[in-house]
């Protein structure tokens, strides 16, 4: 699975719900075995590829990443300027 394609599944994720949490789409990326699709930060937290993340916020630009929730969401009118709330 090449990056976009990866990004692609995170949109259809995202769209089919509403929503994204973090952690269940690196989890699922983690398990195709492709070491461009993730990473572990340096807290030993495993992450989404940067190459995919930046594809996959290209393709949503009106929606925010909810840092306490970590999950990517519809932007709401009560929303702050900016992708993260």
Same mark, same amino acid.
């Given at each position: 699975?090449?990056?976009?394609?990866?990004?692609?599944? /995170?949109?259809? @994720?995202? !769209?089919?719900?509403?929503? /994204? &949490? @973090?952690?269940?789409?690196?989890? *699922? /990326? &983690? *398990?195709?075995?492709?070491?461009?699709?993730? &990473?572990?930060?340096? !807290? +030993?937290?495993?992450?989404? +590829?940067?190459?995919?993340?930046?594809?996959?916020?290209?393709?949503?630009?009106?929606?925010? &990443?909810?840092?306490?929730?970590?999950?990517?969401?519809?932007?709401? /009118?009560?929303?702050?300027?900016?992708? @993260?709330?």
């Amino acid at each position: 699975m090449t990056p976009k394609d990866a990004a692609e599944w /995170l949109l259809e @994720q995202f !769209n089919a719900k509403g929503f /994204l &949490y @973090q952690e269940e789409a690196a989890s *699922h /990326l &983690y *398990h195709l075995n492709d070491d461009a699709l993730t &990473y572990f930060d340096g !807290n +030993g937290n495993l992450c989404i +590829g940067k190459s995919v993340l930046t594809l996959f916020n290209k393709m949503t630009p009106d929606a925010v &990443y909810e840092r306490g929730d970590k999950l990517w969401r519809d932007r709401l /009118l009560s929303d702050l300027p900016g992708r @993260q709330q």
